[in-house]
């Protein structure tokens, strides 16, 4: 069936350092693909998405390329802030209008 | 901006209680879900609804019923409460073929 593997976490940077989170997928047809980032005490907040291939979704600095021929949807960041800090899950909607999530990705950023 | 409102954002209940779980959403989305997050497993679909008076099992229902007898309201119940969800429970919605808007979240304990 269709599925959503993103990194392990916690990961744990610096501010101002370079982030990339992970995500691949499995699924049939041309999925729309999103990040969604959930602060602590809130519920998930859709953060960006991309509706087809080589589509570029971008938000509050964030970025993620739809990249058909590697089914990757990598979440990156130039510059982090302490702000950033916050668990962020990959997901797909499918050909059935079906929401698949990643386990998330817990991010801890350091002053 | 649309608005999905979980009743309680705590609650403490006891083993064998019945509890509902109130969702309001007020930008008319035909679809309603409820999750729910654990550690390490992510979110896991309990039910969800196409419409009203309308409900479909999702991955994990075993324990849990819903009902939806307005567009605007979504409840979950737990019959008889058990220590085991124990969770936080997410309810989100969604026009057709987009992307999900979550609630804040309700932390519940089961003692």
């Known amino acids: 069936g269709d599925s959503v593997t993103q990194m392990e976490g916690p990961v744990t940077l610096s501010e101002e350092a370079f982030l990339t989170i992970n995500c691949t997928y499995t699924a049939t047809g041309y999925p729309s693909l999103f990040w969604y980032v959930q602060y602590p005490g809130e519920g998930l907040q859709l953060l960006l998405k991309a509706t087809k291939a080589d589509d570029k979704g971008s938000n509050k600095g964030f970025e993620a390329t739809y990249r058909k021929e590697t089914t990757s949807f990598h979440l990156e960041k130039g510059s982090v802030q302490v702000s950033d800090s916050a668990v962020y899950f990959c997901a797909l909607v499918n050909r059935d209008d079906k929401i698949i999530f990643g386990k998330g990705t817990r991010l801890h950023i350091l002053p | 901006d649309v608005k999905v409102t979980q009743s309680s954002r705590y609650l403490v209940k006891r083993t064998g209680e019945k509890v509902f779980l109130e969702c309001v959403q007020d930008?008319?989305?035909?679809?309603m879900f409820w999750y729910r997050q654990d550690p390490g497993l992510g979110l896991r679909l309990i039910y969800f609804s196409y419409d009203v008076k309308m409900k479909e099992k999702g991955d994990i229902p075993e324990g849990y019923s819903v009902s939806r007898e307005k567009k605007e309201r979504f409840s979950l119940i737990l019959e008889s409460a058990s220590t085991n969800q124990t969770s936080m429970y997410l309810c989100?919605?969604?026009?057709?073929?987009?992307?999900?808007?979550f609630g804040d979240g309700t932390r519940l304990s089961i003692l």
């Open positions: 989100a919605s969604s026009p057709t073929g987009q992307p999900q808007h």
């Open positions: 930008m008319d989305h035909e679809n």
